[in-house]
């Protein structure tokens, strides 16, 4: 039913006709939501240069660091020899009872970040590329989210986390294919955010039904542009890359939800009715213009 080629053109064209958008809403999702790798790439290059310049150690440099280290050994057995052992070991259990709970509260905070800021804010990501799929989308599809069924799209998105992460617990490959099972939930849900958990989940499971490969082929063939942000500190996936495959996934789900991938236009009249309508979608049919976005899910007749 599709094609890379297909994808990639539909997504390199929406994304030059509305560039620096589409720029600064994959930096929300690189940053806030993990859905990008042009920040990472970035951090790790860097990284990577600061460890290879701080390796070189002679050999005179090496001598030194381990008579030093000898020294500091036998002054810490005799510190040892010394202390008062129950002390010592009250001490590191209190050091174990703080840190413990230093890392319940981080990890309390960063859970509800996720549930109740960031997941939203990736549903409107995903709203913003595919509505740009059609049409010059705006940034402030990115807060969608939160003023549509909020409750529900972000009861859904926790549900998702929170499965992935089980699946991924038992071994990593039933992670990954759960990942790309549960690929289409953001997707539907900015798309209808009427739909619920239940609805979403066996959805994005039929649409993902024999794609799964597909899919992940799909982001292997980015590898070479990964490789190039990477050798570019990832400057190159920011202004570049990770738009392109946000966009291309978003065309993914429009081909696996309404069967239409792009296919050129042969007769534009049907296009050019409406006087107002933009001078680019005599290139590229706008399959969303006649479709209600906030229309209940089962009342929609356009799939």
């Known amino acids: 039913m ?52 701080g390796s070189d150690i002679t050999s005179d440099s090496y001598d030194d660091f381990y008579d030093d280290a000898d020294d500091i050994w036998y002054d810490m057995n005799d510190i ?15 050091f174990v009872v703080i840190f413990i709970i230093v890392f319940v509260i981080i990890m309390a905070i960063t859970i ?15 709203r913003f590329y595919l509505r740009n ?12 989210a939160f003023d549509n069924n909020y409750k529900n799209i972000a009861k859904t998105m926790f549900f998702r986390d929170l499965y992935t992460v089980l699946w991924s617990m038992l071994f990593i490959i ?16 900015a798309d209808n955010p009427q739909m ?14 024999g794609q799964k490969w597909n899919a992940f082929v799909l982001d292997l063939s980015f590898i070479g542009w990964d490789i190039l942000s990477g050798m570019t500190m990832g400057i190159l996936g920011i202004f570049y890359v990770q738009p392109y495959k946000d ?3 978003a065309a993914l789900y429009e081909a696996l939800r309404y069967r239409t991938p792009y296919q050129p236009i042969q007769d534009p009249a049907p296009y050019q009715q409406n006087a107002a309508m933009d001078q680019q979608t005599t290139e590229m049919p706008n ?7 906030d229309q209940p899910f089962e009342d929609r007749t356009d799939y």
Request: net charge neutral; charged share 20%.
């Open 247 to 249: 966009g291309t996934h």
């Open 80 to 94: 040892y020899d010394n202390t008062d052992h129950t002390a010592l070991l009250f001490a590191g259990v209190i």
């Open 174 to 189: 039933p992670g990954i294919v759960k990942s790309y099972e549960y690929q289409m939930i953001p997707y539907l849900l």
């Open 287 to 293: 399959r969303f213009e006649n479709r209600n976005m």
């Open 133 to 144: 799929l059609n049409e010059a989308a705006l940034v402030g599809n990115a807060g969608y």
């Open 112 to 126: 509800l970040l996720d549930a109740f800021i960031f997941n939203p804010l990736e549903v409107g990501c995903k």
């Open 2 to 53: 599709w094609t890379r080629a297909e994808l990639k053109d539909r997504a390199k064209f929406a994304f030059k006709r509305n560039y620096w958008r589409s720029v600064l809403i994959s930096l929300l999702l690189a940053f806030l939501i993990g859905g990008g790798s042009g920040a990472g790439s970035a951090g790790s290059a860097l990284s990577s240069a600061l460890g290879s310049d």
């Open 196 to 209: 619920t958990k239940e609805e979403a989940f066996a959805e994005s499971k039929r649409m993902m039904q």
